[in-house]
C-alpha cells in the first residue's frame, strides 16, 4: 500500500504545484516572463517601422548577446556564491529601470527632440543594458526553482517552470501586438512597467535562498572552469545544449515575423501579435500534455525527431504566402521545440548538483538563451545577403542538417533515457 501511494506522489501532475513557494515563484515568472516578452515584441516591431531594414532587427539581438554572452560565465560564479533572492529581486528592478527608459523614448516630448535614427540607437543601448541583466538574472528562476522543490518532483516543477514560461510568453507576444494596435508605443510600455513591478512583489514572498560555495573557497576563473568541465563531461547534456543551440541559431524565424506581417502576409498589429506567439502557443499546448502524461522512454531519440521536425516546419513559413499555414507552421514548430525545452531542462536539473547550479544554469544561457538573438541576428543578416523567404528557408535546412550531424556523432544522445 505504501509503495502505491509513493508511486502516486511521484506521478502526481500537481506535486510541485501544492508548495506555496513555489506557486509564488510561478506566478512572479508568469508576469515578469509575460512583461519582457511584450517588451520583445515591441521593439521587434518599433525598431522596423523606425528603420525600416530587417537587418535592424537582427541588430536587436546583437546588442543583448554580446553582454549576454561575454559575463554569463562570470555571472554562473556570482550566483553560486550570492543569495539568490535578492539576486533575482536586484534584476527584476534594474529590468524596470530599462522598461522605463523605453517608456521615456517613446513620449511625444522626446520625439521632438531626437530623430528615428537617435531613438533607434538609444533603443539599441537600452537593450545591451537588459544583456547585462539578463546573463544574471535568467539562470537564478531556474538555481532558485531546485531550492525551493524537493528532488523527487523536480522533473514535475522543471515542466511546470517551463509550462510557466511558455504560456507567459504566448499571452506577452499576444498581448503586446493588441496593445500596440489599440494604445500605440507608450500606452505598450507603460503597462510592461506595470507588469514588471507587479511581478516583483510577487517574487519578493520568496524566502531567503543563501550560497551553498563562499566568495573566499575558490578563485573565480576555476570556480567558472568548474562548472565548464561539467558541462563539457556530461555527454548527454552537451549534446541536448548544443543540438538546441545550433537548431535555434538557424531555425530563428521568429526574428523575421515582423517583416513577413508587414512585407509578405500584410496583416495589422493584432495578425503581428498572435503570428508572434503562434509558436509558443504550440509549446504550451505540448507542455500541458507533457506535464498530465511525461516521456517516459526514449527521449534522446525524441529529442531529435523533434528537433528535426522542427526544422521541417520552419522550411514551410519561409515558403508560405497565407496567414493560416504560417500560423499553423509556427504553432507546430512550438509543440516540437516545446518537447526539446522540456527534455533538455530536465536534464539540467536532475544531473546538476546544487552547489553548481549557478555555473552550469549559465553555461547553459550562453548556449541556448544567447542562441536566440545570435539566431536573431543571423536571421537579419541573411536577410540582408538572401533575401527575406530565401534566408528562412536556409536555416530551415540547416536545422535539418544538424540533425543529421548530431544523429551520426553523438550516439549517447541518440540513447539516452532518464
Known amino acids: 500500500m505504501n509503495n502505491m501511494t509513493d508511486e502516486l506522489q511521484k506521478h502526481d501532475p500537481f506535486a510541485s504545484v501544492k508548495i506555496e513557494e513555489f506557486r509564488y515563484l510561478l506566478a512572479g515568472r508568469f ?13 521587434g516591431w518599433w525598431i522596423y517601422h523606425l528603420t525600416n531594414e530587417a537587418f ?26 550570492s543569495e539568490k533572492r535578492w539576486m533575482l529581486l536586484r534584476g527584476v528592478l534594474l529590468y524596470f529601470t530599462c522598461a522605463a527608459v523605453l517608456l521615456a523614448l517613446s513620449t511625444d516630448f522626446t520625439k521632438q527632440y531626437l530623430g528615428n535614427h537617435a531613438i533607434a540607437l538609444c533603443i539599441y543601448l537600452v537593450i545591451f543594458c537588459t544583456g547585462i541583466i539578463r546573463s544574471f538574472t535568467g539562470p537564478v528562476f531556474n538555481v532558485i526553482l531546485a531550492y525551493i522543490v524537493p528532488k523527487d518532483t523536480l522533473q514535475n516543477a522543471t515542466t511546470w517552470s517551463q509550462g510557466t514560461w511558455l504560456a507567459a510568453s504566448v499571452s506577452g507576444h499576444a498581448l503586446g501586438g493588441l496593445l500596440i494596435a489599440y494604445v500605440g508605443i507608450t500606452g505598450t510600455l507603460t503597462a510592461i512597467t506595470i507588469f514588471i513591478l507587479t511581478a516583483f512583489l510577487f517574487l519578493f514572498r520568496l524566502n531567503k535562498k543563501p550560497a551553498l560555495t563562499e566568495r573566499g573557497e575558490k578563485r573565480t576563473w576555476e570556480s567558472v572552469k568548474e562548472g565548464l568541465r561539467f558541462v563539457f563531461k556530461t555527454k548527454e547534456l552537451l549534446g541536448a545544449v548544443s543540438l538546441d543551440m545550433f537548431a535555434v541559431l538557424f531555425g530563428g524565424a521568429v526574428a523575421m515575423v515582423p517583416v513577413y506581417a508587414t512585407a509578405i502576409l500584410h496583416v495589422s498589429p493584432v495578425g503581428y501579435g498572435w503570428l508572434n506567439a503562434a509558436a509558443d502557443i504550440g509549446s504550451i499546448c505540448i507542455v500541458i500534455l507533457l506535464t498530465a502524461f511525461p516521456l517516459r522512454k526514449h527521449q534522446g531519440k525524441t529529442l531529435l525527431f523533434a528537433v528535426a521536425g522542427f526544422g521541417a516546419c520552419i522550411i514551410i513559413f519561409g515558403l508560405s504566402k497565407l496567414y493560416l499555414l504560417s500560423f499553423l507552421a509556427l504553432m507546430i514548430s512550438g509543440m516540437l521545440d516545446g518537447v526539446s525545452v522540456v527534455v533538455r531542462g530536465t536534464i539540467m536539473q536532475l544531473k546538476t548538483p546544487d552547489n553548481m547550479r549557478g555555473r552550469v544554469m549559465s553555461v547553459n544561457g550562453m548556449f541556448i538563451n544567447s542562441s536566440n538573438e545570435l539566431g536573431q541576428f543571423e536571421s537579419g543578416l541573411a536577410a540582408k545577403l538572401m533575401g527575406n523567404i530565401p534566408s528562412v528557408v536556409f536555416g530551415g535546412c540547416m536545422t535539418l542538417l ?17
Open 31 to 43: 508576469i515578469f516572463i509575460m512583461g519582457l516578452r511584450m517588451m520583445g515584441t515591441l521593439v
Open 56 to 81: 535592424a532587427i537582427g541588430l536587436v539581438g546583437l546588442s543583448e548577446v554580446i553582454p549576454a554572452v561575454s559575463l554569463a560565465l562570470y555571472a554562473g560564479h556570482v550566483i553560486d556564491t
Open 402 to 418: 544538424v540533425v543529421i550531424i548530431t544523429w551520426i556523432k553523438a550516439p549517447s544522445l541518440r540513447k539516452m533515457e532518464y
